[in-house]
């Protein structure tokens, strides 16, 4: 019988049977996983029949002891009455008693990229009710290492705030290393440790792929470009919460390369542009003044299309029309915000040579939108999605301050954001 949230742990992962229970069947069923490097599978036998919801087709595997509790969800892929086997999809592993944290270990899936071979180091500090905390971050291959400088209680309000910094962190690195890559980054395993005892342990299944396409991605396998970013990401202490308030997450998110070339790239990169680009719309007059001047030119609108005999329900129509475009009426166009980003970002001459394919890009999408697929396309669907990518690049690397080299989609020859300038 397992006592120890550690022996469970090592149990766990060293292909050792676990008994475990679930609401599907009585008693309990001996479970052994299966480990193929951030994935888990496992292969179940009960003592009983085994009944479940075939539409949802996933089992809820459970262990609860006075020193810990486990929780396990389970995607069925093969079925018998005594019998299943299935892929992991979550594990949540936590200790009832009050540990010590020393350190926090993350998994992280989608940096195994050759030839890059991961190896940082650096260190935060963390304010929480005006006394600071140090953390020693280590980036090896593909785990994320932070070692606290003083014990705190895990569920202590000190350890939470801090291990929430702590993800935060991880969240910025996974974040900066899918740009380098062009693919999906993200942590799949959190395990809190002290002394070397696991205090506890979280899983996440991960459908990133393993590899990635080198000629569409910025950093290509230029092993010292890539270092570079990472270094300089890691010199900056940037902030989850502004990545995600400046459009930055969504833009690095929509340039997840699937392998495929269709108008779903096209709509997923246009709107990467524009969310980087509009996040904060302008008006043309101030809003207060522009509703005095739209109610009055309803007013006359409305008065004279009766003049004219119009019909009542068109005339509501149409004046429903004016409220519905009100962006559109006191607001400027797409491409007038992509160029005041480049201006401002300090691009002009970026914008000077492509704002014009730009704009045509966007075009298409709308086009595509509103119309479907087109035969009569200005540029290539190839040429809009490179230069909307390229665009996002150069916006990006801005962003991030970053001076180093980085490839546009189409060449082979490096370039630097200051080139633009």
Same mark, same amino acid.
Not at 55 to 71: C, E, G, H, Y
Not at 373 to 395: E, G, Q
């Given at each position: 019988?397992?006592?120890?949230?550690?022996?469970?742990?090592?149990?766990?992962?060293?292909?050792?049977?676990?008994?475990?229970?679930?609401?599907?069947?009585?008693?309990?069923?001996?479970?052994?996983?299966?480990?193929?490097?951030?994935?888990?599978?496992?292969?179940?036998?009960?003592?009983?029949?085994?009944?479940?919801?075939?539409?949802?087709?996933?089992?809820?595997?459970?262990?609860?002891?006075?020193?810990?509790?486990?929780?396990?969800?389970?995607?069925?892929?093969?079925? +018998?009455?005594?019998? %299943?086997?299935?892929?992991?999809?979550?594990?949540?592993?936590? !200790?009832? /008693?009050?540990?010590? =944290? &020393? *350190?926090?270990?993350?998994?992280?899936?989608?940096?195994?990229?050759?030839?890059?071979?991961?190896?940082?180091?650096?260190?935060?500090?963390?304010?929480?009710?005006?006394?600071?905390?140090?953390?020693?971050?280590?980036?090896?291959?593909?785990?994320?290492?932070?070692?606290?400088?003083?014990?705190?209680?895990?569920?202590?309000?000190?350890?939470?705030?801090?291990?929430?910094?702590? +993800?935060?962190?991880? %969240?910025?690195?996974?974040?900066?290393?899918?740009?380098?890559? !062009?693919? /999906?980054?993200?942590? =799949? &395993? *959190?395990?809190?440790?002290?002394?070397?005892?696991?205090?506890?342990?979280?899983?996440?299944?991960?459908?990133?792929?393993?590899?990635?396409?080198?000629?569409?991605?910025?950093?290509?396998?230029?092993?010292?470009?890539?270092?570079?970013?990472?270094?300089?990401?890691?010199?900056?202490?940037?902030?989850?919460?502004?990545?995600?308030?400046?459009?930055?997450?969504?833009?690095?998110?929509?340039?997840?390369?699937?392998?495929?070339?269709?108008?779903?790239?096209?709509?997923?990169?246009?709107?990467?542009?524009?969310?980087?680009?509009?996040?904060?719309?302008?008006?043309?007059?101030?809003?207060?003044?522009?509703?005095?001047?739209?109610?009055?030119?309803?007013?006359?609108?409305?008065?004279?299309?009766?003049?004219?005999?119009?019909?009542?329900?068109?005339?509501?129509?149409?004046?429903?029309?004016?409220?519905?475009?009100?962006?559109?009426?006191?607001?400027?166009?797409?491409?007038?915000?992509?160029?005041?980003?480049?201006?401002?970002?300090?691009?002009?001459?970026?914008?000077?040579?492509?704002?014009?394919?730009?704009?045509?890009?966007?075009?298409?999408?709308?086009?595509?939108?509103?119309?479907?697929?087109?035969?009569?396309?200005?540029?290539?669907?190839?040429?809009?999605?490179?230069?909307?990518?390229?665009?996002?690049?150069?916006?990006?690397?801005?962003?991030?301050?970053?001076?180093?080299?980085?490839?546009?989609?189409?060449?082979?020859?490096?370039?630097?954001?200051?080139?633009?300038?």
């Amino acid at each position: 019988m397992i006592v120890e949230l550690n022996d469970f742990y090592s149990n766990l992962f060293s292909g050792k049977p676990i008994e475990l229970n679930s609401n599907c069947y009585s008693g309990v069923s001996n479970c052994i996983f299966l480990v193929d490097g951030l994935s888990l599978s496992i292969s179940a036998t009960s003592q009983a029949p085994i009944t479940f919801d075939r539409k949802k087709a996933t089992i809820d595997l459970t262990f609860n002891s006075d020193a810990f509790q486990v929780n396990i969800v389970v995607s069925v892929t093969k079925f +018998e009455l005594f019998k %299943f086997e299935g892929d992991v999809k979550e594990v949540n592993i936590s !200790s009832n /008693k009050a540990v010590s =944290v &020393e *350190k926090v270990v993350y998994g992280i899936a989608g940096v195994d990229s050759f030839p890059m071979r991961n190896n940082f180091t650096w260190d935060r500090s963390y304010k929480i009710d005006d006394i600071e905390y140090d953390v020693s971050y280590a980036f090896v291959n593909y785990r994320i290492e932070a070692r606290f400088s003083t014990q705190l209680v895990l569920g202590s309000k000190e350890c939470e705030v801090l291990l929430q910094f702590i +993800e935060d962190e991880v %969240f910025v690195i996974c974040l900066s290393y899918s740009l380098c890559r !062009s693919t /999906k980054v993200e942590w =799949v &395993e *959190k395990k809190i440790t002290h002394s070397n005892s696991v205090s506890s342990y979280h899983y996440l299944s991960s459908n990133v792929p393993s590899k990635y396409s080198n000629k569409i991605n910025p950093m290509r396998s230029d092993t010292q470009a890539w270092e570079d970013f990472m270094r300089h990401v890691i010199s900056k202490s940037y902030k989850k919460k502004d990545l995600i308030d400046s459009q930055i997450f969504q833009a690095v998110s929509n340039l997840a390369w699937s392998g495929k070339l269709n108008e779903w790239t096209l709509i997923s990169h246009a709107a990467a542009l524009e969310g980087l680009c509009k996040h904060k719309t302008v008006s043309i007059i101030k809003d207060n003044t522009y509703k005095k001047v739209r109610d009055t030119a309803i007013s006359c609108l409305t008065s004279e299309l009766t003049k004219l005999g119009v019909d009542s329900e068109s005339i509501t129509r149409i004046r429903q029309n004016v409220y519905d475009n009100e962006r559109s009426i006191n607001g400027y166009p797409t491409k007038w915000y992509i160029e005041n980003k480049l201006i401002s970002n300090n691009l002009s001459q970026f914008s000077v040579q492509n704002l014009d394919n730009i704009n045509l890009a966007i075009q298409m999408r709308n086009k595509v939108v509103h119309e479907g697929w087109s035969s009569d396309w200005k540029l290539d669907i190839y040429d809009c999605v490179a230069i909307l990518r390229n665009t996002i690049y150069v916006l990006l690397f801005a962003y991030y301050g970053y001076d180093g080299n980085f490839y546009l989609v189409g060449s082979d020859e490096k370039t630097v954001v200051s080139k633009y300038a």
